[in-house]
């Protein structure tokens, strides 16, 4: 019995999959999650790169960004309507659309974070502690 509902989920999950709406929502969703790690990716990359590095690093940065959100708009324009498209090429479309995007997505990797310095200790003054009581 939960092998049949489970089938008929997958059938009714697919068939969803094919209208355009569906997929224009899914590809939004893909985008926003490569921007995502692209921009984790970069962050990354700036944390490490040494001072003198920074203008190319934001220049290269600034144009992968571009290319992206470039390629997203294009893919969004190009997304048929259903007339226009048979369900078995839907498919096709998008896993051509997530392999645009494939150079964008990088290994992402974590930066250790620096140990603080060790506080100074606190040392008493040579001569000892004075107290000073006002005079009145």
Do not use: H
Request: glycine content about 4%; aromatic content about 2%.
């Amino acid at each position: 019995m939960r092998a049949a509902l489970l089938l008929l989920l997958l059938a009714s999950a697919s068939a969803l999959a094919q209208d355009a709406g569906v997929q224009r929502e899914l590809m939004q969703r893909n985008q926003a999650t490569d921007a995502f790690d692209l921009q984790l990716r970069q962050s990354q990359e700036a944390v490490r790169a040494a001072p003198g590095d920074r203008p190319a690093l934001d220049a290269r940065q600034l144009g992968e960004r571009q290319r992206l959100n470039n390629a997203s708009e294009q893919q969004l324009r190009d997304v048929k309507p259903d007339a226009q498209l048979q369900p078995q090429l839907r498919a096709y479309e998008m896993q051509k659309t997530d392999a645009e995007r494939a150079p964008f997505r990088g290994p992402v990797v974590e930066v250790p974070p620096k140990p603080a310095a060790a506080p100074r200790p606190i040392v008493p003054p040579q001569d000892g502690i004075r107290l000073d009581l006002p005079q009145k």
